[in-house]
């Protein structure tokens, strides 16, 4: 299999007018290594072939509208009987609303010592789905973000909560110049679990791991230039705080990801 970073050295970048699209999108931060606008934020002056699926993850990880840390100070809000926000109440403790592009989705249900549904009140165990859909599709570029999340979260103490769940990825994008006779798509697919431990007062995150399968395929047409690959590997971000984890592929490449803004450095 040819290394995934030397198949982007022959993508162009992207015009001023599309690179504007998608930096007013914040979400949609995936679209920048995907459309080789580079793997610039790896430290080190090294590379490896995992770097285009850790850009693109370190975005979506550290995306403020639906990132991780986001996701679960939205939910010790719902937990403690509170409305996310920018989410509004659709029912018995199920939030909806529109972040940027995404449509959130976020049912919990909160659970007695005898697993009986009861109101959320920051005491109980809970039960939780989420859901984050988004689309973005114009003449040049469609982009499609799909994930969904199965979380129970218990007490540990007065101050530390435990979130444990299902977590699945679906990314598609599909890049068209026809005056340049370019093509450029990218499928993503990853199925992950969670193990982590936030604070109870903010959603803050103290510890844990996520550990996920990942699949990615690529197709690049230029010219007369036909390029296909495929690249399967495991993937486990342990979280050292609230801000820095680290992110290790096939125990083979590592980077440290800062959950804040996105930076991620290959160690």
């Not at 793997?39 to 080190?44: E, N, P």
């Not at 403690?80 to 959130?104: A, C, K, N």
């Not at 530390?160 to 093509?183: A, T, V």
Request: glycine share 6%; proline share 2%; aromatic share 8%.
């Amino acid at each position: 299999m040819t290394p995934w970073s030397s198949h982007f050295s022959s993508v162009r970048r992207l015009t001023a007018m599309e690179f504007k699209m998608t930096k007013n999108l914040s979400h949609l931060l995936l679209v920048l290594p995907i459309t080789a606008l580079g793997i610039t934020a790896c430290g080190g002056g090294g590379s490896s072939e995992y770097d285009p699926i850790a850009t693109g993850l370190s975005g979506l990880m550290a995306d403020p509208d639906a990132g991780e840390t986001q996701t679960f100070k939205d939910l010790v809000l719902a937990w403690r009987g509170q409305t996310p926000v920018d989410l509004s109440l659709d029912g018995d403790d199920i939030y909806v609303g529109r972040r940027g592009e995404l449509d959130f989705r976020f049912e919990l249900d909160c659970l007695d010592t005898s697993a009986k549904i009861v109101r959320c009140d920051a005491k109980s165990d809970a039960d939780a789905k989420i859901s984050w859909k988004g689309k973005i599709e114009n003449t040049r570029h469609k982009l499609e973000i799909d994930r969904n999340a199965r979380i129970k979260v218990t007490s540990l103490d007065e101050n530390r909560l435990r979130i444990q769940g299902d977590l699945d990825y679906s990314i598609q994008s599909d890049f068209k110049d026809k005056d340049e006779d370019y093509r450029h798509k990218y499928d993503f697919d990853a199925d992950a679990k969670y193990d982590v431990v936030v604070m109870r007062s903010d959603g803050a995150i103290e510890s844990g791991k996520l550990e996920a399968d990942i699949q990615a395929k690529e197709k690049l047409e230029e010219d007369d230039t036909k390029i296909k690959s495929e690249l399967k590997t495991k993937m486990v971000v342990t979280f050292l705080d609230g801000e820095t984890s680290e992110v290790d592929f096939d125990s083979k490449s590592k980077y440290k990801l800062h959950l804040v803004n996105g930076a991620l450095e290959l160690e």
